[in-house]
């Protein structure tokens, strides 16, 4: 489509000011002591809010049983509502071979079509309590983590890094995020639906193969290909009209590629991926994708231009709208 932009310099924006909280570097250490924890099976008492139950169950709907919704080894952490509060409040205080039956109202807007707006009675039994034993924090459990990691000190340090990199990687979309939705408030486009079903596409291969990662489907889920296209397709009318901006700002600057900034580039990816950069190169050359990473780091070069000749004012995050902390 022929269009201009305007008024994409100068633009007020805000940007979260951040700062490191030391909390975040036990937190995450929290989280790799768990991950490399130990099950144990739990003698001598119910289940409690941390254990990892194991349960077998049956659906029943109207009392009877829905056909294909058997299940057997299904391993949940109590008190972590991954299911259902109504299903995990059942589990707590439940002993090993004990059967129940628990029965959950789903919501209407549930996105399992199967089960929105009906009750669900769940026939579990017990068949397994597992409790997860946390190894010592100290230098020892630092040095299996890794041959860089000498100390537990160390390893801190490394975490704050990491933490650091992430939390600024964070703040940097989302401001690029709000710059380009105040550009784009004023513009009407009209985007060629070819390249919405493209990014359609690309949303959806995206999240069936995070499912297959998980050892899901979107069978097992219940949810129909076309109602995940339709909730896709808001994001992907959003992503086009930002490519087609971007592009557009880019002609209007005279903004071109230059090899810094494709080798700029590549080290950024390789320094993410923890490879070498002739590595990455090559494994995007061979893949035939060096075409559609250039046209992404043009769209990096022109948001830096955009944030650099924006009106940036640092904000805490307590002073962020509503609407400005989900970008």
Same mark, same amino acid.
């Given at each position: 489509p022929q269009f201009e932009v305007k008024d994409?310099?100068?633009?007020?924006?805000?940007?979260?000011?951040?700062?490191?909280? %030391? @909390?975040?570097?036990? =937190?995450?250490?929290?989280?790799?002591? =768990?991950?490399?924890?130990?099950?144990?099976? #739990?003698?001598?008492?119910?289940?409690?809010?941390?254990?990892?139950?194991?349960? =077998?169950?049956?659906?029943?709907?109207?009392?009877?049983?829905?056909?294909g919704a058997k299940t057997s080894n299904q391993m949940m952490l109590v008190g972590r509502n991954d299911f259902h509060p109504n299903f995990d409040q059942a589990l707590v205080g439940l002993n090993k071979e004990e059967e129940k039956q628990i029965e959950v109202a789903f919501e209407e807007n549930h996105p399992n079509e199967k089960w929105a707006g009906k009750k669900v009675t769940f026939k579990i039994k017990v068949s397994d309590l597992k409790e997860l034993e946390l190894p010592e924090l100290n230098d020892e459990f630092a040095k299996k983590l890794g041959p860089d990691f000498e100390t537990l000190d160390i390893l801190k340090e490394e975490i704050r890094k990491s933490l650091t990199a992430r939390e600024e990687k964070r703040v940097d979309s989302q401001l690029k995020e709000r710059l380009l939705d105040k550009i784009a408030e004023g513009l009407d486009i %009209?985007?060629?639906?070819?390249? #919405?079903?493209?990014? +359609?596409?690309?949303?959806?291969?995206?999240?069936?193969?995070?499912?297959?990662? +998980?050892?899901?489907?979107? %069978?097992?889920l219940g949810i129909p290909e076309q109602k995940l296209r339709e909730n896709f397709e808001p994001m992907s009318r959003k992503r086009v009209k930002e490519i087609l901006m971007l592009s557009q700002i880019a002609r209007q600057e005279k903004m071109d590629l230059t090899d810094e900034d494709v080798d700029q580039g590549f080290r950024e990816i390789a320094q993410g991926m923890g490879q070498e950069t002739e590595t990455v190169k090559k494994f995007y050359e061979a @893949?035939?994708?060096?075409?559609?990473? @250039?046209?992404?780091?043009?769209? %990096?070069? #022109?948001?830096?231009?955009?944030?650099?000749?924006?009106?940036?004012?640092? #904000?805490?995050?307590?002073?962020?709208?509503? @609407? =400005?902390?989900?970008?």
């Open positions: 994409y310099s100068g633009v007020e924006v805000h940007k979260e000011k951040w700062s490191f909280d %030391e @909390k975040q570097v036990e =937190e995450e250490l929290t989280r790799i002591r =768990e991950s490399s924890g130990k099950l144990n099976p #739990v003698e001598g008492r119910p289940a409690r809010e941390g254990d990892h139950i194991v349960l =077998e169950y049956e659906e029943l709907l109207d009392g009877n049983p829905v056909d %009209e985007l060629p639906q070819v390249m #919405v079903d493209l990014e +359609t596409d690309a949303y959806l291969e995206r999240f069936k193969m995070n499912l297959r990662g +998980t050892g899901g489907s979107l %069978e097992n @893949k035939g994708l060096m075409d559609s990473l @250039k046209d992404q780091f043009l769209e %990096e070069k #022109v948001l830096r231009y955009l944030v650099e000749h924006g009106n940036i004012s640092e #904000v805490e995050r307590e002073a962020l709208t509503s @609407k =400005e902390e989900d970008r």
